[in-house]
């Protein structure tokens, strides 16, 4: 595992890491790897220590409808449903995992996020674009071809030279540390 956070192994074999984003910054908190659909609260001692962690159910769900893979060249698009977004929460994020050149977020008719495939999960913030508890969003994603004169460490798996492909979607609620 290659992380910018200082690292740790906890009892139970999870893996839990610290990331100051700005000097002053609240230490966020990843756990590794992520219990489905939980949050946690924790109690901060001091800047570096933090005792008593409460999981929490994950309030921020997401609903998918449509096909998760083409092979005919063309996009994929896929309606997705997205509620619990608490106002308490510091953010909701939809994460996804997919295969293909780019994809891109609408809400309304208008693009609210878009990405380039890196082989890593796009993780999207909700609570900006969807100002309310709930959001019914439409992603696209556009083919990789074989033939893409583009530099991967990891290609995905073709197929007929191409790959267009949602491979999960999952969400994430961070709640603030005070």
Not at 37 to 49: G, L, P, R, S, Y
Not at 117 to 133: C, D, M, R, V
């Amino acid at each position: 595992m290659i992380s910018e956070m200082d690292l740790y192994q906890r009892e139970n074999g999870t893996i839990a890491g610290l990331l100051r984003t700005k000097k002053t910054a609240m230490p966020e908190v990843r756990v590794y790897p992520l219990p489905e659909h939980a949050i946690f609260k924790m109690e901060q001692v001091d800047a570096n220590t933090f005792r008593s962690c409460e999981s929490v159910s994950n309030p921020v769900r997401c609903r998918l409808t449509g096909r998760m893979e083409t092979d005919d060249g063309t996009d994929l698009v896929l309606s997705i449903h997205v509620e619990g977004i608490r106002k308490e929460l510091e953010e909701a994020l939809l994460i996804l995992n997919y295969e293909g050149e780019s994809a891109e977020l609408y809400q309304d008719g208008r693009l609210v996020a878009d990405s380039f495939y890196t082989g890593q999960s796009w993780e999207i913030g909700l609570k900006e674009p969807a100002h309310q508890q709930e959001a019914d969003l439409i992603v696209v994603i556009h083919p990789l071809k074989e033939s893409a004169g583009i530099y991967l460490e990891k290609w995905p798996v073709m197929k007929h030279h191409r790959a267009c492909r949602l491979v999960n979607a999952e969400t994430a609620a961070i709640i603030r540390v005070e």
